[in-house]
């Protein structure tokens, strides 16, 4: 279901349709495990840090709960996807995972040992929101953030910010897997633009691996469909880590864009 835009009293009216669909299908009452892109703070349980603005600043959890009529638990979508790809997914069978969400915006989650590690601020793997490192003259200062900053990793690395920076040079808007498609056959200007966009995806992800040094980087979200950033970005890398070497696997979600949702339900 499209999330309404912009509307925070349509947004719960719309988890509360899609939990009642599902149980009516499933003819019975069920935990509710929610993913979000942001999180309920720690200190007033309202919700902050979401590029899905309209639910910054309310009581989501305490909401839902009272229109659904039980208990829920609320988690930041990355997190949710670092769950579950620890679980059984691209991260199984190791400690450390990274888990990047890299669509409509760039978020980030860790699990170690298979829970999620939230930290003492609950914003622990939030590397959206950390300004690109070592910037060329043309990256600085950079578009302004919804958060307010200038620069935030998020607004070049996003899907939106791919698909602006191409439609900046070539006039016509296209889609991040429209570019990769254009770039395979051939159109300069479209691999150009990847190939700048795979070097700001690497020092970015660079800066999680010289911090955390996770055992592997799993990507989720609709830029996790471009296949070339597999074989193309450890490489750039490399070049950045504080290393000699690194080794470091950068794999898709194994579940796709199922990942989060089973994360949300792994949360009970």
């Known amino acids: 279901m499209p999330t309404p835009q912009g509307d925070y009293r ?26 979000i892109p942001g999180a309920p703070s ?31 638990r609320v988690a930041n979508d990355a997190n949710c996807l670092a769950l579950s790809e620890a679980r059984d997914g691209a991260g199984a069978g190791y400690d450390v995972v990274f888990a990047a969400v890299i669509g409509t915006g760039v978020g980030g989650g860790i699990a170690l040992r298979g829970r999620p ?10 590397w959206g929101h950390n300004p690109l490192p070592w910037p060329q003259d043309d990256e600085r200062p950079g578009s302004r953030c919804y958060c307010g900053k200038d620069g935030c990793l998020e607004t070049f690395l996003s899907g939106p910010a791919l698909s602006q920076t191409f439609a900046r040079e070539r006039g016509t808007p296209a889609s991040p897997s429209e570019i990769e498609a254009a770039a395979r056959t051939g159109d300069a200007l479209a691999a150009s633009v990847l190939r700048r966009y795979e070097d700001r995806l690497a020092r970015g992800l660079a800066t999680v691996v010289n911090l955390l ?36 696997p950068l794999r898709p979600a194994a579940h ?3 990942s989060g949702v089973r994360g949300a339900a792994m949360l009970y």
């Open 42 to 72: 720690r200190a007033t349980s309202l919700i902050r840090n979401a590029n899905s603005t309209a639910l910054n600043g309310r009581p989501l959890q305490a909401d839902l709960e009272a229109l659904l009529g039980r208990s829920i």
């Open 117 to 126: 590690w939230t930290g003492l601020n609950a914003v622990a793997g939030e």
């Open 256 to 258: 796709g864009d199922s």
């Open 213 to 248: 040094d996770p055992d592997v980087i799993v990507i989720g979200g609709g830029v996790s469909n471009l296949a070339g950033l597999y074989a193309r970005v450890p490489a750039a890398m490399a070049r950045y880590v504080f290393s000699d070497r690194c080794d470091t």
């Open 10 to 35: 349509a947004t719960l009216d719309a988890i509360a349709a899609l939990v009642r669909e599902a149980e009516r299908e499933l003819h019975g009452v069920c935990p509710v495990g929610v993913g």
